[in-house]
């Protein structure tokens, strides 16, 4: 039957040119995958950055780049040490569930590294065939932490966001010519103590009379007692550096995003610009980043931009650092095929009502958009803040709305039940000498 058609076709001209001209168009070339990457500022609290409303110009880039993308006004880390949060970050599980530096109630929670079984963004993205480029400033996001773990290459040598993004860009350009996606990784310690950025942002914000060095060294002794210790002069001497800092990363990122742009790779990237944690200034007596679950520690800036992302949009619902992965893995086109815990940002049907947090297994925070419950563990207590009407959250409401902080906390119980059990040995981690050294500027140990 073939054979006869195929004679018929062959004897009539006519009808086989109109054969060929109905047959269906052959669909476009799939668009190539977008290169992704993640930035990580560590240590910076959202409400200094001018996009976010800070009356300082401390973000005016990052303020052009949320234009071009969506900013989540309300974004939150899930947990605030760098080593679990970035685990959080890159793996969408819960501290609760990865259990990285978990006992803090016992005082055991330093210096732990990701185990096997908790999967990275990387490894994911590797095997889907992203080239995947890390640079971190080290410290407690070393390898020895198992942060290298998917990249096809790592640098955690340090040396600030300018050397960083040099680093990043060269690999990037060693890559590029392969035509595979890329995911670029950078995580900086400049906006972290101790508040050191170069000039001239060290004088940007004003000259401070001061008696104290914005050295972790320095601090580390007035975390705790800086509400009774610091003098209101010092304090704004921290504040102006620590603000330096951030526009310095916001024009180093300038710069870095300029060149992406002049390589012809902009295009093509989803950007996403977060922090770990925040830090405080004596918004709740102390300084750097205590184990509290107030708002100065677990606000972060979350801006993503790019294909696929809306333009020009400042999203309300409350957005986890648990949720970057999914967004991520949705925007390069794929679905997770391991255990995440976070949902897809963009989803429209993701509604971002609450949140969880948690510091280790101390204390616990439930949050909605207008109310925080926070649990804490040892000594046995629990605070209640209405953030619309008690925004810096001083006044714990907990005795007064006993029904709604009984409430919160059945929550917060259920949601620890339901996480799951990933029965994971943690991680050790060896210190080098150079690795304490790195770790003792930044304050985490003494
Ligand atoms: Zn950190």
């Known amino acids: 039957m073939r054979t006869v058609l195929l004679r018929v076709f062959l004897a009539t001209g006519f009808v086989l040119s109109i054969a060929c001209a109905k047959a269906p168009p052959q669909p476009p070339p799939p668009a190539p995958r977008p290169h992704l990457l993640l930035i990580s500022l560590d240590a910076c609290r959202a409400d200094h950055l001018s996009v976010y409303g800070y009356g300082r110009e401390t973000s005016p880039f990052l303020a052009e780049l949320s234009a071009r993308g969506t900013l989540f006004r309300h974004a939150f880390c899930n947990t605030h040490g760098t080593t679990p949060s970035h685990a959080t970050m890159l793996s969408s599980l819960y501290q ?25 963004l990387p490894e994911i993205l590797k095997a889907e065939g992203y080239i995947t480029l890390g640079v971190t400033d080290g410290g407690q996001m070393a390898r020895g932490y198992g942060f290298d773990r998917g990249f096809v290459e790592f640098d955690d040598a340090g040396g600030g966001i300018a050397s960083g993004t040099e680093k990043l860009l060269a690999m990037a350009r060693r890559h590029l010519p392969s035509g595979a996606p890329l995911f670029l990784f950078l995580h900086t310690y400049s906006v972290h103590s101790p508040y050191l950025p170069p000039e001239p942002y060290r004088t940007l914000f004003g ?10 060294e320095a601090l580390l002794p007035l975390a705790n007692t800086a509400w009774r210790d610091l003098a209101q002069g010092d304090l704004d001497f921290l504040k102006a550096q620590y603000d330096g800092g951030i526009r310095h990363a916001d024009d180093t990122l300038r710069r870095f995003f300029g060149e992406l742009e002049a390589d012809g790779m902009l295009d093509r990237t989803v950007a996403a610009v977060t922090a770990d944690h925040g830090e405080e200034f004596a918004d709740h007596g102390g300084l750097l980043h205590r184990n509290f679950l107030y708002e100065e520690l677990l606000r972060v800036p979350l801006i993503l931009a790019g294909p696929g992302v809306p333009a020009g949009r400042v999203e309300e619902k409350l957005a986890g650092l648990v949720d970057l992965s999914p967004t991520l893995l949705a925007l390069a086109g794929t679905a997770p095929k391991v255990l995440m815990e976070g949902r897809d940002l963009l989803d429209p049907a993701f509604r971002g009502e609450v949140l969880f947090a948690q510091y280790g297994n101390l204390r616990y925070a439930l949050r909605t958009r207008q109310w925080k419950y926070i649990r804490t563990t040892v000594p ?41 059990d990933l029965g994971a040995p943690i991680g050790k981690v060896a210190l080098t000498p150079e690795h304490e050294k790195q770790l003792r500027a930044l304050g985490y140990i003494q």
Do not use: M
């Open 96 to 120: 609760e569930t990865h259990r990285i530096e978990y006992r803090a109630a016992e005082g055991e929670n330093k210096q732990e590294a990701v185990p096997k079984r908790v999967v990275l």
């Open 380 to 420: 046995e207590g629990e605070e209640l803040f209405d953030l619309v009407a008690d925004p810096g959250e001083k006044n714990n409401a907990a005795a007064v709305e006993r029904e709604r902080a009984r409430r919160f906390s059945k929550a917060l119980e259920e949601w620890r039940r339901a996480r799951p």
């Open 207 to 216: 000259e401070f009379p001061h008696s104290i060095e914005p050295t972790s």
